[in-house]
């Protein structure tokens, strides 16, 4: 049976304890903040509970707010799995991080929620649209060739 739920906060382990092991749970969104100031909005098709350590997400969107409380940055992944233990997320398919000063893809990627450190592996393609603007942002020297 599928159930709608939204929850409140990222995955807390007052939450993903309460998911009994193999049940969906679809249409949801999980904030995040810090004090008072969203910081992020998860958003998944559904989560299921696999067992005690994993959880499946399908169709997976994180949403990272900057201090305007505008999306900066955004996450996509058709499926991943979170483990409950390390709190690290690994996309199943290719990710993909759009930034307003470029959009990233790979075959896989790791969040490790405890670091805030994430890996993008496999056929890794970065699209620059305005490469002269984005290199001073990302702290590289441009030579525009004057």
Do not use: W
């Not at 949801?28 to 998944?44: F, G, R």
């Not at 959880?55 to 990272?64: M, R, T, Y």
């Amino acid at each position: 049976k599928k159930t709608r739920q939204t929850m409140g906060s990222a995955l807390p382990t007052e939450i993903t304890s309460a998911f009994p092991i193999g049940r969906e749970f679809v249409d949801v969104s999980i904030p995040s903040y810090e004090e008072d100031t969203l910081k992020s909005v998860m958003t998944a098709n559904s989560i299921t509970r696999i067992n005690d350590q994993y959880l499946e997400l399908i169709n997976l969107v994180i949403s990272v707010y900057n201090a305007e409380g505008e999306v900066d940055t955004t996450i996509r992944m058709d499926e991943a799995a979170y483990d409950l233990t390390t709190q690290t997320l690994q996309s199943k398919t290719p990710a993909r991080i759009e930034q307003p000063q470029f959009t990233m893809s790979g075959d896989t990627l790791t969040f490790d929620t405890k670091s805030q450190f994430s890996r993008l592996e496999g056929n890794v393609v970065v699209i620059i649209p305005d490469v002269g603007n984005a290199f001073p942002v990302l702290g590289m020297p441009f030579n525009r060739g004057k």
